[in-house]
């Protein structure tokens, strides 16, 4: 069982250049995040996806696009990278249901560390 | 608006006890989860309390006051492997942002020897 996995762990970019960072979960949640994390500023969310087909703006989506063609896998796009991308990126799964069960709990990947240069 | 506030670093001997501190002021409330981050990892499960008390956890104990918008997190017996980054979550209650957590920027905990 591999939970979350993140791919690709480490990148460097060019300014203008464009990429897609993969994750995958193995455990059927419904609900996926992609967070940044920066120096001082904790995980902010980018965009979240609450089902198969669903997207929607997380606190910082400006410069991403995410898609959910299948409910194991949330794409994160950055279609002209920029240095202020520059961070590590975190994709997080979980159950939908359960408030107040503990099922709502957050599994995260490993990360991914951008650069742009 | 949206706040969740911890201590940037906190210091302690191995063996001994911490408290680490959040307070919290979000538009809704639906839990409140500790993640454990080592260095260069991903974010690791700790504790979630919904309700008021203590939620007990082997050497981790997590405290929730909803009225004071408060939570602790309890770590005794202190490893050097404890040495790591605690981060405050809350999950958003409000209808239209039930599915959001919000993070506080994590209390980087040191243990020496």
């Known amino acids: 069982n591999a939970g979350v996995t993140q791919t690709p762990k480490f990148r460097v970019l060019k300014t203008g250049q464009s990429m897609t960072l993969l994750c995958a979960q193995d455990m059927n949640h419904e609900y996926m995040y992609w967070y940044r994390q920066d120096p001082g500023m904790g995980l902010r969310l980018i965009h979240y996806s609450v089902g198969e087909g669903t997207t929607a703006k997380g606190e910082v989506p400006d410069g991403y696009n995410v898609s959910r063609l299948k409910k194991q896998n949330f794409l994160l796009g950055l279609e002209s990278a920029a240095p202020s991308q520059t961070s590590v990126y975190f994709c997080?799964?979980?159950?939908?249901?359960?408030?107040?069960?503990?099922?709502?709990?957050?599994?995260f990947g490993a990360g991914t560390r951008l650069s742009v240069l | 608006g949206q706040n969740i506030d911890q201590p940037t670093e906190m210091t302690a001997t191995e063996g001994a006890i911490v408290q680490i501190n959040c307070t919290y002021q979000?538009?809704?409330?639906?839990?409140l989860f500790w993640y454990q981050q080592h260095a260069g990892e991903a974010p690791t499960f700790l504790s979630y309390n919904v309700l008021d008390g203590l939620e007990e956890k082997g050497r981790f104990s997590s405290f929730l006051s909803r009225s004071k918008g408060y939570s602790y997190l309890l770590l005794k017996e202190l490893q050097m492997k404890d040495s790591a980054s605690y981060l405050c979550?809350?999950?958003?209650?409000?209808?239209?942002?039930?599915?959001?957590?919000?993070f506080g920027t994590g209390t980087r905990l040191k243990v020496l020897a």
């Open positions: 979000t538009s809704g409330f639906n839990g």
């Open positions: 979550a809350v999950r958003d209650g409000t209808t239209s942002g039930t599915y959001k957590y919000i």
């Open positions: 997080a799964s979980s159950y939908s249901s359960g408030v107040g069960t503990g099922k709502n709990i957050q599994y």
